[in-house]
């Protein structure tokens, strides 16, 4: 599946910024807001589908989901 470019706001500064994803490869993203360093995660998987919302029901729902516009970062609880 290829990269998509997807627009995310720091939770801490409400900055946003653009990464590139690829959510079959990187479920859970992590990483460090370009604006203020805080750390971010945001879990794309099934069972955290509150991020993931259905825009267009022609297509098909399997592999990557209709994500929003802008997705709202949460602060960092995974440890690593
Ligand atoms: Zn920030």
Known sequence: ???????FQCYQCKETFDLLIDLEEQPVLMGY???????????????NSTVIIHKNTTQKTAGIKQLPAIIVTEPRKTEK
């Open 1 to 7: 599946m290829a990269k998509q470019k997807q627009t």
């Open 33 to 47: 807001c370009p604006y203020c360093k805080a750390d971010w995660e945001v879990d794309f998987t099934p069972e």
